[in-house]
């Protein structure tokens, strides 16, 4: 993972399986990079949006958010809440007033956080009811482990709040990154799909990071083998229509 990734090394990889475009996701908490994410989305057709990182709790907030809108391929924030040396960092008052923010802004915001996080949405819908959310890479279950029930009974106490939606995504570095199996994913991605219902999953790479346990090609073949045979209006929702509609594309 010691080099640059570049649109160039991704728009080979989507043309094969028949991806038409893609959403680039902030990696790290800068905003210098989610100027050159903008920047490399302005310069790429295919580059279908941007999710940026943004100080949430910043007195300068609304400025900086000024400045993202002004790009129309801007589309989301996100924060690495996972990082966070105190787990319940999202429900502080400086970083509700920060996604309400967002709210006013109809601005939707990716959750990249671990199962002991799950509890704190609730919290974060009650006081945002309109902000729409994303849970990305499943809130990452120890597949590796086997880890399953605790997970299970987290996923299931969000699913049912309103504008909540979970990506498909990030499985293959959770599972034993050199010995995982499709069927490894299997429990994990039926589950999400019986909570969630196939409006509000989301299809989601997780390339770059994906390669330290998995190539682009083989994390769709695997998520294909879980989610089983489709109807057509499922898989054109899990594979496109329902990211195009959370993230306003």
Same mark, same amino acid.
């Given at each position: ?16 399986? /028949? ?29 279908? !949006?941007?999710?940026?990182?943004? #100080?949430?709790?910043?007195? !300068?907030? /609304? ?23 105190? #787990? ?9 007033? /920060? ?10 915001? #990716? ?58 995504? !990030? ?12 069927? #490894? ?42 989610? /089983? ?10 594979? !496109? ?9």
């Amino acid at each position: 993972m010691r080099r640059d990734f570049l649109p160039s090394d991704l728009q080979p990889l989507l043309r094969r399986l /028949g991806i038409d475009r893609s959403v680039v996701v902030q990696t790290h908490a800068s905003h210098a990079e989610s100027l050159w994410l903008l920047e490399l989305a302005s310069a790429h057709d295919f580059l279908a !949006g941007v999710v940026a990182w943004t #100080d949430l709790t910043s007195t !300068g907030l /609304g400025r900086v958010l000024d400045e993202f809108q002004r790009h129309p391929k801007f589309k989301g924030i996100r924060h690495p809440l996972e990082a966070e040396p105190d #787990d319940s960092w999202v429900v502080k008052p400086s970083v509700i007033e /920060g996604l309400r923010e967002l709210e006013r802004r109809d601005i939707p915001f #990716d959750l990249v956080i671990f199962p002991r996080h799950l509890k704190y949405i609730t919290e974060v819908r009650r006081c945002c009811p309109k902000l729409r959310l994303v849970i990305d890479h499943l809130a990452k279950p120890a597949i590796a482990s086997g880890e399953f029930e605790s997970w299970a009974r987290e996923v299931e106490n969000v699913a049912h709040l309103p504008e909540v939606w979970c990506k498909l995504s !990030g499985m293959v570095t959770e599972a034993n990154q050199q010995n995982w199996k499709p069927e #490894d994913l299997k429990p994990y991605v039926d589950h999400v799909v019986r909570q969630f219902g196939y409006e509000r999953v989301i299809f989601g790479s997780d390339w770059p990071v994906c390669v330290l346990a998995a190539s682009y090609e083989q994390v769709v073949y695997a998520l294909r083998y879980a989610l /089983g045979p489709l109807q057509e209006i499922e898989a054109a929702r899990v594979w !496109g229509r329902n990211a195009a509609a959370y993230y306003n594309l």
